[in-house]
């Protein structure tokens, strides 16, 4: 009888990856010049939808490291992506093509805006980039909802604390650390009690 192992390794060479460091930094750099506002959008609808680097399942996890770890949460997944399939230099190719050329477009806009910043137009079209930003990333949660049924958690479970973490930090302004800290932590214990239940017996020799 075969073994699984080598099947396992073949479909997941055969996965959809980076072709190169150059292929993630023109990746990344394409990626940032879109993410104006909501870039959790655009995140998930190229490295998911058009690239396929990740499942959403796969996404889901990452993400949610990506948020918990210090700075923002896109170079974080860009660096352990690109660090995942090219080490060292694979990180700094992502990142370099997250950061790159939106500086220098970035800087240039900076300089345009301050000499319009206090216009109504330019005041109006903050208040509707915000408002396009919220829908966007209320979009994109919707859209990786039911990844969530293959959670560990389980699906109950993951709304609940969803709900908490958003009545927390809209409701009652909690600062993020603490919610982290309580409902992240609960979570977390949760999780790993579940994987302890459905984790499979080893029967002994």
């Known amino acids: 009888m075969k073994s699984a192992l080598p099947t396992a390794l073949t479909a997941d060479d055969a996965a959809p990856r980076p072709r190169s460091r ?12 879109q993410g104006f506002g909501g870039v959790l959008a655009v995140v ?9 680097w990740l499942t959403r399942e796969q996404f889901l996890e990452e993400w949610a490291v990506a948020q918990i770890m210090p700075g923002p949460n896109v170079l974080n997944l860009a660096m352990v992506l690109g660090g995942r399939h090219f080490g060292l230099s694979g990180a700094l190719a992502a990142a370099s093509g997250l950061l790159a050329l939106p500086l220098l477009l970035v800087l240039a806009l900076a300089v345009l805006y301050g000499s319009v910043a206090d216009t109504p137009v330019a005041q109006g079209a903050l208040r509707g980039m915000g408002a396009v930003s919220a829908g966007l990333i209320a979009a994109t949660g919707l859209k990786l909802a039911p990844a969530l049924r293959s959670s560990p958690m389980g699906l109950a479970a993951a709304a609940l604390v969803a709900t908490l973490s958003f009545i927390a930090i809209a409701w009652l302004r909690l600062p993020l650390a603490w919610v982290l800290l309580i409902v992240g932590g609960l979570s977390c214990g949760w999780a790993a009690y579940r994987l302890r239940g459905i984790a499979p017996r080893q029967e002994p020799r």
Do not use: G
Not at 44 to 52: A, C, G, I, P
């Open 22 to 33: 150059a292929d993630l930094f023109w990746t990344f750099t394409w990626l940032a010049l």
């Open 44 to 52: 998930q609808r190229e490295l998911v939808e058009k690239k396929r």
